[in-house]
């Protein structure tokens, strides 16, 4: 049995003073295996919030059905086995990032030891506890959203559901975060996410969909989306000038381009700020 089954949903929302609409969603089919982490893709206002909120059961496609581990999105019995991020959750200020995740825990049933040990369990997966006593008016865009992560993962459920998690988040904050959902995923925890970013996506997704105007125009695995069959990449370690001009001879017309390989900016960004930690230790 699959985490997740979608089934050909429509959604309209009505246009202003009740003239035209907005056709959100059209006939989006999609299916997320246990233990797999699926990421949607695609431009802003493609559908792809709106196929988050119906399966969390926020709201009700027109036509078609969602269902999580068997049964209709909007069960209640749902509801212990979804945590759900939104692209931009409220929280109440005042709070400490502790008070935060245990007002969740007790919203979710928990009580007594078992709320206490998940809340600092939680705390301590997101890299939280030496902040746990601090009001969240003083957190970051980052914390906020690891916050977020604690909260949705405080009930144990059995599905993840982020929406954008690393939105308006620095490159070292967006690290931690692709850390964490790595980390769920080798725990066997089942991730449903949409992010802008696409290199995180194809570093951490198990399969992909992409939307457009409220349209799955592809879908699949990263293997079957990013191969490209009309070019073969050969890689070598240090190859002489010597050894490069035996393979442009060899492949004739074939041969396109020699160059280094390409780290990407990320990469490089976060391997000087790690250099310049380890400088000051």
């Known amino acids: 049995m699959n985490a997740v089954e979608i089934e050909e949903i429509h959604k309209t929302f009505p246009g202003h003073w009740g003239k035209g609409g907005v056709y959100a969603v059209k006939g989006v089919s999609l299916s997320i295996p246990q233990g797999g982490v699926y990421g949607l893709i695609g431009p802003n206002g493609s559908g792809k919030s709106t196929i988050m909120k119906a399966l969390v059961g926020l709201l009700a496609p027109d036509t078609g ?25 409220y929280f109440y200020k005042f709070l400490t990032g502790e008070e935060t995740v245990r007002f969740y825990g007790r919203l979710c049933g928990l ?115 990013t191969r490209d069959n009309t070019r073969t990449e050969i890689t070598l370690r240090n190859p002489s000038p010597e050894l490069l001009q035996q393979l442009r001879e060899l492949a004739g017309d074939a041969f396109i381009a020699a160059a280094p390989a390409r780290n990407s900016l990320e990469r490089v960004f976060l391997r000087g700020i790690q250099e310049k930690l380890k400088e000051q230790q």
Not at 69 to 87: K, V
């Open 65 to 89: 059905s969602c269902r999580v581990f068997g049964r209709p999105a909007t069960s209640a019995a749902n509801r212990s086995e979804i945590g759900f991020l939104p692209e931009n959750p």
């Open 111 to 225: 009580r007594g030891a078992e709320l206490r040990n998940r809340t600092q369990e939680m705390l301590e997966l997101v890299g939280l506890t030496d902040a746990a006593h601090r009001r969240l008016g003083g957190y970051s865009k980052g914390m906020l959203q690891r916050v977020g992560l604690a909260q949705a993962m405080v009930q144990r459920p059995r599905l993840l559901v982020l929406d954008e998690p690393t939105a308006g988040v620095d490159p070292i904050g967006s690290r931690a975060i692709r850390d964490i959902i790595l980390n769920l995923k080798e725990q066997g925890m089942t991730v449903f996410l949409c992010s802008h970013l696409l290199e995180q996506v194809q570093e951490i997704c198990d399969r992909v969909g992409i939307l457009y105007r409220g349209v799955m125009i592809a879908e699949g695995s990263m293997e079957e989306l």
